[in-house]
């Protein structure tokens, strides 16, 4: 028996049965089935499978849907999501790498392409795991932070340590030593936290505070920026959005923050605001590809594909092998998207 767990969504049970033979006949025992979007993601937290597998189309939510409330959940963004359908677009294809989709599968299966990708997924780290007392003795940690007793939390967060190191235990302890005015102390702890999680977005944004406070503004803004980019990739928006302007009064000057501003008011459908924040950063840095890229995007959903291709032109122009920019470019010349 192979230890990876799978779960599979579909609204379709014969297409539930015959995935479920397929990874039974290749050694995978472990699996659980959801008729739902819903209900895979209360199975999901239920279970916490190593890999799900989602068509595309679900009678609740597309399985889109699905992937990017995996992926928006810390818990589970390192859960490997595929997808299925019968015929995948540039659109669709596009819009499955932008939530984070771990790989596509094409319906009728292949089987050798389907147990190639089986035998790609490996087991998810180690879920953060106590036993009562252990998590007894959490929670009572995480009391005396909030009654702001940082020595007693202290004690017990460090304890906690010798039972299995987390993310989260020492980001708390980084947090305990910043408000002691112990910056450099809790930068260590913050970075044990992000070498241990590298997607703690919380932890980036405390380091680059515990940075601004010693007067170090360079280093500051590379871990803040650091974390406003993962909460856009979690589409955290209001958590970027606070990052990007807290990055703004160390820095106006910054191509990285406008570029992520005009991203983040694109994706609230502000579509005005977002040209000016690019506008902003092609100033900065006239010959930068991807905010041309970006800009392309941009009259893409505004539905101005003559404008559109002339950004994606300008992004090729400045990066000739901009994979990206030049598919898109291609498939509004071929009339596809």
């Known amino acids: ?136 003795n959490l929670q009572e940690g995480l009391k005396f932070l909030e009654g702001k007793n940082f020595d007693k939390a202290l004690e017990v967060f460090n304890n906690l340590i010798k039972h299995g190191e987390t993310a989260e235990l020492y980001y708390n302890i980084g947090y305990i030593k910043t408000a002691q005015g112990k910056y450099e102390e809790g930068i260590k702890a913050f970075r044990k936290a992000v070498q241990l999680d590298r997607l703690f977005a919380k932890a980036y944004k405390a380091m680059g505070e515990a940075y601004k406070k010693m007067g170090k503004v360079d280093e500051a803004q590379k871990f803040m920026q650091k974390a406003a980019d993962i909460f856009l990739s979690k589409e955290k928006d209001q958590d970027a959005e606070e990052v990007l302007n807290e990055i703004l009064k160390m820095n106006p000057d910054t191509i990285n923050v406008y570029n992520s501003m005009g991203v983040l008011y694109r994706r609230k459908g502000n579509y005005s605001v977002a040209l000016k924040q690019y506008e902003k950063a092609l100033k900065i840095h006239p010959n930068e590809p991807n905010i041309y890229y970006n800009i392309g995007r941009l009259y893409i959903d505004l539905n101005d594909p003559a404008k559109a291709k002339a950004s994606f032109a300008a992004a090729l122009k400045a990066k000739p092998d901009f994979k990206e920019a030049r598919e898109v470019f291609e498939a509004i010349e071929l009339g596809t998207l």
């Open 1 to 136: 028996m192979k230890p990876i767990s799978y779960l599979l969504v579909d609204d379709n049970s014969i297409a539930l049965r015959e995935l479920t033979d397929i990874l039974k006949y290749y050694g995978y025992t472990t699996v659980y089935q959801a008729r739902s979007g819903n209900d895979g993601w209360t199975l999901l937290k239920k279970r916490k499978p190593n890999c799900i597998i989602s068509s595309w189309e679900l009678a609740d939510m597309s399985g889109l849907t699905l992937l990017k409330m995996v992926k928006n959940d810390d818990r589970f963004y390192n859960t490997n999501f595929f997808l299925t359908h019968s015929a995948f677009t540039k659109v669709k294809v596009l819009q499955a790498g932008k939530s984070g989709v771990t790989g596509l599968i094409v319906v009728p299966y292949n089987l050798i392409n389907l147990k190639q990708k089986f035998e790609s997924i490996s087991a998810s780290p180690a879920e953060e795991t106590f036993f009562p007392e252990t998590e007894n």
